[in-house]
């Protein structure tokens, strides 16, 4: 098939730096629509409206897992590097998704991760130690990028040093690979990333600590029932959720503020009001702004459409947020609202299971960031902003700031 032309662009620089007004046109004209995906080639249902996408977030007709979907012939058969990355909760349905995802949820209840508060503004005071006296930083390498990593890879077992090694290798996972030469690229850092896990886990299997690390290892081995590709695809998944998801609620709340400043000023009044803030901030430009595609794992007859047996679809978690049906004004921040209904961390079985530790972050980063750094501002022209080219992620390439430093 030769390319097609696409009614909707949901990957150009414009349709980046807002996408709001191409998904209200969805939303209004084309709630449910097919057209071809990154490869010019494969139709895929995009969903804009929020009922909708609620509704097929939860409905078991639509799966994650191509085995469920795909006639044995379609199904795409994996390297071994994508079988040692891609065997996680997040790529499997019923029993089997209950089962990985069991094996980890517990250290990610509200009640562990308040725990964690008092390290998690730890990390946050020392990151804004060294940059204060600076008067200017970028925020996401500064800050909002270090916090959430620092924080997951101790609650892993990971040392933390290392952290800019785990950004290289989550982008290989995360970026689109467009070229052959951009594929070679990409599988020389995972299978870099794959050596490193396993002399990772060599290493606590033969003397354990009490983290989540040795814990899997020990259900790897206990039988338990995690397999050596599941033991290494969770771990890929829980150190590069975060990535670029906390980062970016962190950098997209920071930018909303920088152009709000009297917004800006009263929640640093107010620190208590933050963690309704950030549901607010969550719905307006939440990181993720479309869950991974989903399969029809039989025909579906949806809104007028036939969706047919192993057709791809994508749910827009940034257009559903935005749907002036769920929420008044959806263009206009207001932190004041009750946003708790977005679907920004999705929703049914595959609910981000990192939310909790998420929203602590956040809250925390928010603050600290108030608290430290008066009249924090944008430190370039908004015309020099740019996003980076990640489908299905609202990322900025990078965010300088600036703030007053006292002469005193
Ligand atoms: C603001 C930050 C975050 C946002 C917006 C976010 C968003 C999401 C979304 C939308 C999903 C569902 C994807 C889908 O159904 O297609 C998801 C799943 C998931 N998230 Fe997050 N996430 C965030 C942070 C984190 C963190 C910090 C972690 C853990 C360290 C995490 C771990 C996970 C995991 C393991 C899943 C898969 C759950 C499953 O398949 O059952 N997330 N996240």
Same mark, same amino acid.
């Given at each position: 098939?030769?390319?097609?032309?696409?009614?909707?662009?949901?990957?150009?620089?414009?349709?980046?730096?807002?996408?709001?007004?191409?998904?209200?046109?969805?939303?209004?004209?084309?709630?449910?629509?097919?057209?071809?995906?990154?490869?010019?080639?494969?139709?895929?249902?995009?969903?804009?409206?929020?009922?909708?996408?609620?509704?097929?977030?939860?409905?078991?007709?639509?799966?994650?897992?191509?085995?469920?979907?795909?006639?044995?012939?379609?199904?795409?058969?994996?390297?071994?590097?994508?079988?040692?990355?891609?065997?996680?909760?997040?790529?499997?349905?019923?029993?089997?998704?209950?089962?990985?995802?069991?094996?980890?949820?517990?250290?990610?209840?509200?009640?562990?991760?308040?725990?964690?508060?008092?390290?998690?503004?730890?990390?946050?005071?020392?990151?804004?130690?060294?940059?204060?006296?600076?008067?200017?930083?970028?925020?996401?390498?500064?800050?909002?990028?270090?916090?959430? &990593?620092? /924080?997951? =890879?101790?609650?892993?077992? *990971?040392?933390?040093?290392? @952290?800019?090694?785990?950004?290289?290798? !989550?982008? +290989?996972?995360?970026?689109?690979?467009?070229?052959?030469?951009?594929?070679?690229?990409?599988?020389?850092?995972?299978?870099?990333?794959?050596?490193?896990?396993?002399?990772?886990?060599?290493?606590?299997?033969?003397?354990?600590?009490?983290?989540?690390?040795?814990?899997?290892?020990?259900?790897?081995?206990?039988?338990?029932?995690?397999?050596?590709?599941?033991?290494?695809?969770?771990?890929?998944?829980?150190?590069?959720?975060?990535?670029? &998801?906390? /980062?970016? =609620?962190?950098?997209?709340? *920071?930018?909303?503020?920088? @152009?709000?400043?009297?917004?800006?000023? !009263?929640? +640093?009044?107010?620190?208590?009001?933050?963690?309704?803030?950030?549901?607010?901030?969550?719905?307006?430009?939440?990181?993720?702004?479309?869950?991974?595609?989903?399969?029809?794992?039989?025909?579906?007859?949806?809104?007028?459409?036939?969706?047919?047996?192993?057709?791809?679809?994508?749910?827009?978690?940034?257009?559903?947020?935005?749907?002036?049906?769920?929420?008044?004004?959806?263009?206009?921040?207001?932190?004041?609202?009750?946003?708790?209904?977005?679907?920004?961390?999705?929703?049914?079985?595959?609910?981000?299971?990192?939310?909790?530790?998420?929203?602590?972050?956040?809250?925390?980063?928010?603050?600290?960031?108030?608290?430290?750094?008066?009249?924090?501002?944008?430190?370039?022209?908004?015309?020099?902003?740019?996003?980076?080219?990640?489908?299905?992620?609202?990322?900025?390439?990078?965010?300088?700031?600036?703030?007053?430093?006292?002469?005193?």
């Amino acid at each position: 098939m030769s390319e097609q032309a696409r009614k909707y662009d949901l990957y150009g620089p414009d349709f980046k730096r807002d996408p709001h007004p191409t998904f209200e046109a969805m939303r209004r004209d084309d709630p449910i629509y097919s057209q071809t995906g990154l490869d010019g080639k494969t139709p895929i249902w995009f969903v804009t409206r929020y009922d909708d996408v609620d509704a097929m977030l939860r409905d078991k007709r639509f799966v994650r897992d191509a085995r469920n979907a795909l006639p044995p012939d379609r199904i795409p058969q994996p390297s071994p590097l994508d079988a040692m990355l891609g065997n996680h909760m997040l790529n499997r349905d019923g029993d089997d998704h209950v089962r990985l995802r069991s094996l980890v949820s517990q250290a990610f209840t509200p009640k562990r991760v308040a725990d964690l508060r008092p390290r998690v503004e730890a990390i946050a005071s020392g990151l804004l130690d060294d940059v204060a006296p600076r008067g200017e930083m970028d925020l996401i390498d500064d800050f909002a990028f270090p916090l959430p &990593t620092i /924080v997951i =890879l101790e609650m892993l077992g *990971v040392p933390s040093e290392d @952290r800019a090694r785990f950004r290289v290798w !989550a982008n +290989a996972l995360l970026e689109p690979m467009m070229t052959p030469e951009g594929q070679a690229e990409a599988v020389r850092h995972l299978t870099a990333f794959t050596e490193y896990l396993r002399a990772l886990f060599a290493e606590r299997r033969a003397e354990p600590r009490g983290d989540m690390l040795s814990a899997l290892v020990a259900a790897g081995h206990a039988g338990e029932g995690l397999s050596e590709d599941e033991l290494f695809s969770t771990m890929v998944l829980l150190i590069t959720a975060g990535h670029e &998801t906390t /980062v970016n =609620l962190i950098a997209n709340a *920071v930018l909303a503020l920088t @152009r709000r400043p009297a917004l800006r000023d !009263a929640l +640093a009044a107010d620190p208590d009001a933050m963690p309704a803030a950030v549901e607010e901030f969550l719905r307006f430009d939440g990181p993720v702004e479309r869950a991974i595609n989903r399969w029809a794992a039989e025909d579906v007859e949806w809104g007028g459409h036939l969706i047919r047996r192993g057709d791809p679809v994508i749910l827009i978690l940034g257009s559903a947020n935005h749907d002036a049906e769920r929420f008044d004004r959806p263009g206009d921040l207001d932190v004041a609202r009750d946003a708790r209904a977005h679907l920004a961390f999705g929703k049914g079985p595959h609910y981000c299971l990192g939310a909790p530790l998420a929203r602590l972050e956040g809250a925390v980063a928010l603050n600290a960031l108030l608290a430290r750094l008066p009249n924090l501002r944008l430190g370039v022209d908004e015309a020099d902003l740019r996003y980076r080219f990640l489908p299905g992620f609202r990322a900025l390439e990078a965010l300088p700031v600036r703030w007053d430093v006292s002469s005193g």
